[in-house]
């Protein structure tokens, strides 16, 4: 019987035959349904982008690696601090094998290198992955192996989610149990089983990039050829030249242009060149370069101050450094920062959080002489003032202390207290003004010494 022209199983003729043997049908049971059973796959699921292709980019744009190696570098320089709950906060520690670990994570990088790396890896392609290797009964392992993104593949379990991680190591497929895998990933923009992997700044930029490309690949095909691709033509329209000039102009024209040591074609017409083949900039490659480094600053967060761009507008290079690091650096530590402590609680030390100690990005120097200039009109001792903000280095000698001058019969200095005064005024308003351009206080500094030194001299009685 035709499976499409089969009666149902409760049809009046099938309980017929049933009842007289003709026939024996089977009631299928009803299918069982698991949660999540939608998402289970048996073979890994692969990257919806290339990790490959987001690692090459950096090498194929000096601009996006210029500005990936800066966070890279920025972050691997922050202080990891690891702090213990207590009753009444947060406390450093200083002594931990979670310490010990970082501080080496892999035998053959220093802790400063392993960190730049795994910046290096999780910023273009969005997953950085790390393999546990020495771990004894789930403890805190040995290592912790930067693997390759391109070689790793993650395999989802019922509910969608990571079971386990397949590694390609060199031909030979391994799997990982996901408990011995810390998986560091941006929020993901896939859908599907893409979702279980993050969403790098390269893999937006694709389009643009391989378009740069192209265009840096054009220019050196023409650099390399080292003629222009025109035609020698007669200067006015109703003018031919027969094949005799035309093969003398082809062959000292080819000599010339072929010769490493230059030359003059001698002509025997008059002529001019016209290119028949578009340039880089005619093509408008010129401003789609530069369209594609505006893109990599707003991908990366990176401002043009920091990469060094002439064209920057380093008046505004403070601002810009703030807002590095408020907005692109911290974003970044947070993200790993997120996962080291959600390990720290997988490895059964709840009570334990790392910090990432990011710089001040107000804290600058001409700041902090404001600061301590606004404190030594206020009484304090000048070196005192300065040390306070980290000046150490400033000797006590530089500013002796002033004696105390006798009641009666003791020099007038009330003038050049007030210019004193006023000097120092000065420089305060100077340093806490809010014009976003760089000032170069050490002149007026030096002169406010030089009056601190004559005032002191006057009432030593000293010339």
């Not at 990257?47 to 800066?70: E, F, G, H, M, Q």
């Not at 202080?79 to 053959?108: I, S």
């Not at 979702?195 to 893999?203: F, N």
């Not at 028949?276 to 480094?293: H, I």
């Amino acid at each position: 019987m035709n499976a499409k022209t089969a009666p149902p199983v409760d049809s009046l003729p099938v309980r017929v035959l049933r009842a007289l043997r003709v026939v024996s049908v089977d009631v299928p049971p009803p299918d069982e349904y698991v949660a999540g059973s939608d998402f289970a796959s048996s073979p890994a699921a692969a990257s919806p982008y290339s990790a490959r292709d987001a690692a090459t980019a950096l090498l194929a744009n000096p601009w996006l690696y210029k500005a990936v190696n800066i966070i890279a570098q920025a972050y691997a320089g922050l202080p990891l601090v690891l702090q213990q709950k207590t009753a009444d906060g947060y406390e450093d520690v200083e002594e931990h094998e979670v310490l010990d670990l970082f501080r080496a994570p892999v035998p053959w990088m220093t802790a400063y290198q392993w960190r730049a790396q795994l910046m290096l890896d999780l910023i273009p392609a969005g997953n950085a992955y790390l393999l546990e290797s020495g771990a004894v009964d789930g403890g805190v392992p040995a290592a912790l192996i930067i693997a390759e993104p391109h070689r790793c593949k993650i395999i989802p379990g019922p509910n969608g989610g990571p079971l386990a991680l397949e590694y390609d190591e060199m031909g030979a497929v391994r799997s990982y149990d996901w408990a011995d895998v810390v998986h560091i990933r941006t929020p993901s923009c896939s859908p599907d089983l893409g979702r279980l992997y993050g969403t790098g700044i390269v893999q937006p930029m694709d389009p643009d990039l391989r378009s740069d490309i192209a265009l840096a690949i054009q220019m050196r095909k023409k650099a390399e050829k080292g003629r222009p691709d025109a035609a020698y033509v007669p200067r006015k329209d109703d003018m031919t030249w027969g094949p005799k000039h035309v093969q003398d102009y082809q062959r000292q024209l080819d000599r010339t242009l072929q010769s490493n040591t230059g030359g003059i074609p001698v002509m025997s017409g008059a002529g001019k060149f016209e290119a028949f083949d578009w340039s880089v900039a005619d093509m408008g490659g010129t401003d789609l370069r530069e369209w594609n480094r505006s893109l990599v600053f707003a991908m990366t967060g990176v401002p043009p101050t920091l990469m060094a761009q002439q064209s920057a507008n380093y008046a505004t290079a403070m601002t810009e450094y703030r807002f590095f690091v408020d907005q692109t650096l911290k974003g970044w530590a947070m993200l790993v920062e997120d996962v080291f402590n959600a390990w720290l609680v997988r490895k059964g030390y709840p009570d334990l959080r790392f910090v990432h100690v990011l710089p001040d990005a107000d804290e600058s120097s001409q700041v902090r002489i404001a600061n301590a200039v606004q404190m030594w009109q206020m009484g304090v001792d000048p070196a005192e003032a300065l040390a306070y903000f980290g000046f150490d280095d400033v000797s006590e000698a530089a500013f002796p202390q002033v004696e105390q001058a006798p009641a009666e019969g003791g020099p007038d200095v009330s003038t050049e207290i007030g210019d004193v005064e006023a000097q120092a005024t000065a420089l305060a308003e100077m340093l806490t003004s809010e014009d976003e351009e760089d000032i170069d206080i050490r002149p007026d500094l030096n002169t406010l010494l030089d009056m601190v030194s004559a005032l002191l001299s006057k009432l030593r009685g000293t010339p």
